[in-house]
């Protein structure tokens, strides 16, 4: 499987767990951030950022559009990823990321 296949996967997972996720669940605490949420808000915007760097992009704020929006804003983030880049090494980087994420919101 590609680096971008595995990505895509991945946060595709990632995200639909989210998506199932309780309010008292999102809004939990995680060692480093406030909440789930803001753990995967926070990747998702590391994701963007760096698709708008790959392609040439200035950098954006990354909007918060709640808590019950992480996971489609995660897919997205990760998607457009996949998409900006075939480099291997940022794909394996941002998979590493997503797992990492993963195994903090257990």
């Known amino acids: ?13 990632l995200a639909d767990r989210f998506r199932s996720m309780p ?9 480093g951030h406030a909440s789930r949420a803001a753990a995967a808000l926070a ?9 708008l760097e790959l392609e040439g992009e200035p950098p ?12 489609d804003q995660l ?6 990823l996949a998409a900006a880049t075939g480099d291997e090494a940022v794909l394996a980087a941002a998979l590493a990321e997503v797992a990492a994420l993963a195994e903090l919101v257990a």
């Open 1 to 13: 499987m590609s680096e971008a296949l595995a990505l895509t996967a991945a946060v595709d997972r």
């Open 23 to 31: 309010q008292s669940r999102l809004r939990g605490a995680v060692p």
């Open 43 to 51: 990747l998702a915007a590391r994701l963007a950022a760096t698709a």
């Open 60 to 71: 954006r704020a990354f909007p918060a559009a709640g808590d019950f929006a992480v996971g």
């Open 75 to 80: 897919a997205v983030a990760g998607h457009d």
